[in-house]
Nanobody, 122 residues
């Protein structure tokens, strides 16, 4: 059983930065990919970025590339999402998720954290 706990959300002004953290535990074969998703108010949950646990290779949703950077620390069993130049449209609940497959598809992720709120004020 994989357990994921996010932290680092909060309120930030437009143009600011935040760094989200996800602490992961459980068998590594069940978390071949760790990823960040987000769910804006009234919208569907969407993929932001993922990282292969074995090689720390990142991949991104095209619209997120450039401002968001995903990284991992295998020794700490943690994944991070550095978010820069935040805009009000980035306001969402951000979730950490784990999959045993190499995927960006929401339905392929078996384990989810509780989410952390990010609010960007204009």
């Amino acid at each position: 059983q994989v357990h994921l706990v996010e932290s680092g959300g909060g309120l930030v002004q437009a143009g600011g930065s935040l760094r989200l953290s996800c602490a992961a535990s459980g068998p590594t074969f069940s978390r071949r990919v760790l990823a960040w998703f987000r769910q804006p108010p009234g919208k569907e949950r969407e993929f932001v970025a993922g990282i292969l646990w074995s090689s720390s290779s990142p991949f991104y949703a095209e619209s997120m590339r450039g401002r968001f950077t995903i990284s991992s620390d295998n020794a700490e069993n943690a994944v991070y999402l550095q978010m820069n130049s935040l805009q009000p449209e980035d306001t969402a609940v951000y979730y950490c998720a784990a999959s045993s497959a190499i995927t960006a598809r929401k339905t392929d992720f078996d384990y989810w954290g509780q989410g952390t709120q990010v609010t960007v004020s204009s």
